[in-house]
């Protein structure tokens, strides 16, 4: 990497508040870990104290940001500093490994699997089972396994040993990472004589385009049906999808929450790290956020911030959580007024 | 599939309500997914209009329930609409992919591991190492690992990429989906000289028959003994069972449930999801229900369910829920009497 | 096994409190699991029934426990009861697999991967990539994935389908058990134009000498610098640690925590099951612990123990919880005076 600070405002779409024009930028870092050369960005007040203490030779700011008069570090101001230094470091970073065409000779094909070999990469260990459809420019990593009928969209990005399970479908350009599975059984059992019988699950699972699924994350695949993931949604790692769930467009869905059966969540949701959301339900939309931690029981589609269990919006809950710190004061007046009477 | 909606009846032990006796059914699909010809269930009165709304020929619905005189969909009434309709999915839907006996060339079998090709299924990178027995009529998934002398019985289905460690024991009809990890090291450490020495974990993991375990689920082995999975259990997908845990029979442990060391959880017992329960707790038992997200604390056998950290009666939990919402309203009626002394 | 109980107490620095210094003890095994001849141990008071019970025929006991004058039983005294059998079992234990240096056939290794397959384990199905350094030693189990460029230190044991992605760095005696995911893309998007635009994570995650991480654990990479486990520190199953945080020397996480971006955990901290933290912090150290589903969101860095959601030291927090119970009293009793003024 090698740029100065005029093509980097270019880049970024910014504006120098101080430093040299003409200075070169040779890395990029955090604020904490930065050494002279490399640029960094400041985009949450938390890390004043890092953005004042940094070695890095510049600094990408909000926009009104007061830049100090006498600033030992360049500074450029950008509508939106994080995002511009994502797209710098996108600029100069080469991808993790080149796409490579082919199919390993440690990878495990069944005859009947439809791929083109000249543009698909099949790595070491991969199994394609029977009548699995690999789309063009998607790399199916090593150890995983495609499933017996499973359908992969174009340009996907199937890492390390995910699972798609059998007859489940993937749009174009989806990520699976590592550990993921897709597909296995829903929990769905009868209770009958005093055991539990299983329930068939006869469906599959649907992801759309542009979907990001996070290592070790489950979903399971529908009783009957499909369990659907929509276009551009985002899933964390470790986090459970039950089966006949439809999650809709451009949902984030964080580390460790858990979707319960046949729960229908709304585009543009944000459901936080282990949040639970019991099934059934009917939630969510844009401007809906469930903060970390919530355990979601009820229909709830307002938009708004909600946290606990019951989920209530942020300001009831939090307002009740001082009225609690307030109860020993509360009991010590009762008890005054009592001996008072 | 083809059915008439007398042999339905016929089939699901129920009594047709409404609906001619000769017409014929060719799928079945959910409630709102349903068309022409297909046969649903209605089992949850959350999905009365759904009901309603429905393009499906015939419904099952649970025994009273009230027909409407002019309803435009066949229905019949049976004692569980859900396992009717189950045994009715399960009659027409092939296994997802028949069992077919043999060793994957791909797969690497240690010349010690004891199984009959003609009669176990081992799929392409699956791995059986030195000693390993498995039983007949069991599959091996793609990338499977059974670790040395490990124990698999009869029937037994190991999903793609699950992991049985060394020396554990599953009984017969069990089944472990994708990701599982059964026997890793239980997590013991002695605090010496300021670093946490390992403690051996020199135990197993033994799984009575007919237990399911969901998708990258970890359940590790003893310290010494054995930790210890009771015939009939159900566990979902991403629950920790750790260490010398003894979990009875027939006991449900919903998604994202954990289980600290030491502790015994009675036959029957519903554990919801996102449950934590502390170790050394002796708890459980038929009736017992732990709904989502309670932290089990100390030892409840007593029938009931419980809510809240610590788990408390679900009475009493929501009485306190009730209660606490009320608090302002206490905090303005004692300022009130405060200035009227 | 075969040793005498004097031989016993030696091994363990213990006293011998009763019992015949020449007895011999062939076997080992939990206080209710045990048979006459076999070594157990009591370190915990809620099992002196099982003490009391055992037909163990040798006990380690802690300093100061009072032996009961006609004990059937031999007694030990030792200053860690717990930590002195695990001296003994370890002592007696072979290992599970004695390592076996050598590159399985089934095994797929980059010709650029820099390993000496004399000093080397690598299992069936294991994969290793392009430029991956693998330090003597070390053991590379069954199914396990060492990304391009990793770099694995001396004496590590990377499990049965471990996933240690692209130049992530692992120090020596380093263990991974199987499941676990190293280095997946941190979570990070900007909402751009409707949609969550990916930001390209470059980083990698650091693991420094004598760390642990259990099963099905993933561990991010970093946005850019790296994601940092510190010497020592013990991660148990199902924990999900994100992009750039830094966790410091012999910190303890227990099963199914989380830990959000960038936040810093100090020194000896000890994080329980099924906690939260939000990113960006700095808390933790010597002395601080955050028990079981707590949901850390302040830089709390002040010695003590910790509950509840956010959290609070706990017995400010037990306070509350008892304060609540007493809402319907208090209510109650407000009422009361209201009615008398």
Known sequence: MEITLAQTAALTGGTILCGSPDSVLTGFAGLR?????????????????????????????PEGF????????????????????????????????????????????????QLDPAKVSVGPCAVIEAGAVIGDGSEIGPGAII??????????????????????????????????????????????NGRHQKIDQVGIVQIDNDVEIGANTTIDRARFGRTWIGEGTKIDNLVMIAHNCVIGRHVIIVAQAGIAGSTRIADY???????????????????????????????????GTYMGTPAQPMKEYQHQLVMVRRLHDLATRLKRLEQEK
């Open 66 to 113: 007061p830049a100090p008069p006498d600033s030992p570090t360049a500074l450029i101001a950008c509508p939106n500093a994080s995002a511009a230094f994502a797209a710098v470091v996108h600029r100069f970073t080469p991808p993790p490994r080149a796409f490579q065409p082919g199919i390993h000779p440690a990878a495990a094909v069944d005859p009947t699997a």
């Open 147 to 192: 499933g017996t009928d499973a359908r992969i969209g174009k340009d996907c990005r199937i890492f390390a040993r995910a699972t798609i399970y059998h007859r489940c479908i993937l749009g174009d350009r989806v990520a699976i990472h590592s550990g993921a599975v897709i597909g296995a059984d829903g929990y769905g059992y009868e209770f009958i």
């Open 33 to 61: 870990e930065a050494s002279p050369g490399d640029l960094s960005f400041f985009a949450n007040e938390r890390y004043i104290n890092d953005l004042r203490r940094t070695r890095a030779s510049a600094v990408l700011v």
């Open 269 to 303: 949701t944000v459901v936080a790290a282990q949040v639970g959301i019991a099934g059934h339900l009917d939630i969510g939309g844009p401007g809906v956020t469930f903060t970390a931690k919530t355990g979601v029981t009820a229909n709830i589609r307002t938009p």
